[in-house]
C-alpha cells in the first residue's frame, strides 16, 4: 500500500536561518507531489507542485523553494526564513493525469519561526 | 485563475439537525470538484468527489454533495449531524483536466450534543 511521510513534525526556527522539510512517497511510481501551506481561516494554499523530476511549478511568489530530486521525494527549501513562513506544511501526492485524481495528504510539518 | 468560495466559516448545530455547506467555484469550463474532511487529530482525507455522470453525489457518513452547473455550485449536505461529524471541511476544485487542486477557505463545523 501507498504510504507518505513527512518530517519533521514540528520545526521551531530563528528568523534567517535555513529551512528544509521532506515528504516521501512508498508503494507508487511517478506521483504528482504537492506542498500546501494551512492556516488557520486561510484554507490550503497551493504552494508548489510537479508532475515529475525536475518539474517544478510554482503558485505563489514567496520565500520558499522546492525540489525533487528523486521521484518519489519532494523537498520544501528556504535559504533564509521569515516570520511569516510559520504555518502547517502538508505535502500530498496523487497519480495520474486529467485533474479526475485524488490527494492523499501526510501528516504535516508545523514550523514555527520566532 | 481557479478560485473557490466557502461562505460558511464557522458553523454550529446540535446533533440530529441536518447541515448545508455552500461552495462556489469560478471557472467556465470543465470541473472536477472534491469536498475533504479534517477531523480534529488527523489527517486530511476525501469525503467526496465529483468527476461527471450523476451531479448528485454521495461520500462515506452519509454526506452527499450536489454539483449544480449554472450555479458554479457544489454544496455539501447531510440530513441529520452527528457529534462524530464535527471537523473542518473543505471544498477543492481541479479544471480543464490539470492537477492543480484548488482549495476554499475551509469551514469549521461543530455538532453539540
Redesign the interface.
Known amino acids: 500500500s501507498q504510504t507518505i511521510h513527512q518530517w519533521p513534525a514540528t520545526l521551531v526556527q530563528p528568523v534567517g536561518s535555513p529551512l528544509s522539510l521532506e515528504c516521501t512517497v512508498e508503494g507508487t511510481s511517478n506521483p504528482?507531489l504537492?506542498w500546501?501551506r494551512q492556516a488557520a481561516?486561510?484554507?490550503?494554499?497551493?504552494l508548489f507542485?510537479s508532475?515529475g523530476i525536475g518539474q517544478i511549478?510554482s503558485?505563489v511568489p514567496q520565500n520558499l523553494s522546492a525540489s525533487r530530486p528523486q521521484d518519489r521525494q519532494f523537498i520544501l527549501s528556504s535559504k533564509k526564513l521569515l516570520l511569516s513562513d510559520s504555518g502547517f506544511y502538508?505535502c500530498a501526492w496523487?497519480v495520474g493525469?486529467?485533474?479526475?485524481?485524488?490527494?492523499t495528504?501526510?501528516?504535516?510539518s508545523r514550523l514555527t519561526v520566532l | 485563475a481557479q478560485s473557490v468560495s466557502?461562505h460558511n466559516?464557522h458553523v454550529i448545530l446540535s446533533e440530529a439537525a441536518s447541515l448545508e455547506l455552500g461552495c462556489n467555484y469560478s471557472y467556465g469550463g470543465?470541473v472536477?470538484l472534491?469536498w475533504?474532511v479534517q477531523y480534529p487529530g488527523q489527517?486530511?482525507?476525501?469525503l467526496l468527489?465529483y468527476?461527471s455522470g450523476d451531479p448528485l453525489v454521495k461520500g462515506i457518513k452519509g454526506f452527499e454533495a450536489e454539483f449544480i452547473k449554472s450555479k458554479f455550485s457544489f454544496n455539501l449536505r447531510k440530513p441529520s449531524v452527528q457529534w462524530s461529524d464535527t471537523a473542518e471541511y473543505?471544498c477543492?476544485v481541479?479544471?480543464?483536466?490539470?492537477?492543480?487542486?484548488?482549495?476554499?477557505?475551509?469551514t469549521q463545523l461543530k455538532v453539540e450534543l
Open positions: 504528482n504537492y500546501y481561516g486561510r484554507g490550503l494554499q497551493l507542485y508532475v511549478s503558485e502538508l496523487s493525469q486529467g485533474g479526475a485524481n485524488v490527494l495528504f501526510g501528516a504535516g | 466557502q466559516h470543465t472536477n472534491f475533504y489527517h486530511l482525507q476525501l468527489k468527476f473543505f477543492a481541479t479544471t480543464g483536466g490539470g492537477n492543480k487542486l484548488t482549495f476554499g477557505t475551509g
